[in-house]
């Protein structure tokens, strides 16, 4: 996947950032230091994703977390990976 962000990143379709393997901001949203809130990855693959692990729903359907990280995952034709920015409560 972050291959395909990469590409994004030359065509100036999307700025992010990463650091030891973990995407730490998209767009102007970057993780604060005390992780309080991060960008987090959900995708429809149903063999990379684990709903126990948290989901988020994008316009009507529920998507699990991804299993691996971003620069683990490989892109999927009719798969779909959405980047949430999620606030965790103490």
């Known amino acids: ?40 990855l959900y995708t429809s693959d149903a063999e990379l994703s684990n709903s126990a692990w948290g989901t988020v729903e994008y316009d009507g359907v529920e998507y699990g977390s991804a299993v691996v990280g971003a620069e683990a995952l490989t892109v999927k034709p009719g798969c779909l990976y959405i980047w949430a920015f999620i606030t965790f409560s103490a």
């Open 1 to 40: 996947l972050v291959d395909y962000m990469e590409i994004l990143r030359e065509r100036g379709e999307l700025t992010f950032a990463t650091q030891n393997g973990m995407v730490t901001s998209i767009g102007d949203i970057e993780n604060p230091a005390d992780f309080s809130s991060c960008w987090m």
